[in-house]
């Protein structure tokens, strides 16, 4: 059974940091581009960031170019994300994705608030 389990959001000020980490169970992590989006009220879920299967290419979305970092650890079977300097729009449900050929899975999310 696939399982993504997020971890690592809060309420943290603007300007502030996190880092979420997302850990895998019942899958070839390896094998699997990881992801993350994030969803806000009212708000279609956007690309977040993405990493290749050895971290070898990442993506970012334009909203975080520049403020976070997609890794992960393939003997650990997590991916993270970095986030720096955040910003109030930065407040969002922040979801795992894993997907290999026809295989794509989510997370059930976890939340990040930036507010004073």
């Known amino acids: 059974q696939v399982q993504l389990v997020e971890s690592g959001g809060g309420l943290v000020q603007p300007g502030g940091s996190l880092r979420l980490s997302c850990a895998a169970s019942g899958i070839t992590f390896s094998r699997y581009t990881m992801s993350w989006y994030r969803q806000a009220p009212g708000k279609e879920r956007e690309l977040v960031a993405r990493?290749?299967?050895?971290?070898?290419?990442?993506y970012y979305g334009d909203s975080v170019q520049g403020r976070c970092t997609i890794s992960r650890d393939n003997a650990k079977n997590t991916v993270f994300l970095e986030m720096n300097n955040l910003k109030p729009e930065d407040t969002a449900v922040y979801y795992c994705?894993?997907?290999?050929?026809?295989?794509?899975?989510w997370g059930q999310g976890t939340q990040v608030t930036v507010s004073s």
């Open positions: 994705n894993g997907f290999w050929a026809l295989h794509n899975s």
């Open positions: 990493i290749t299967t050895t971290g070898g290419s990442t």
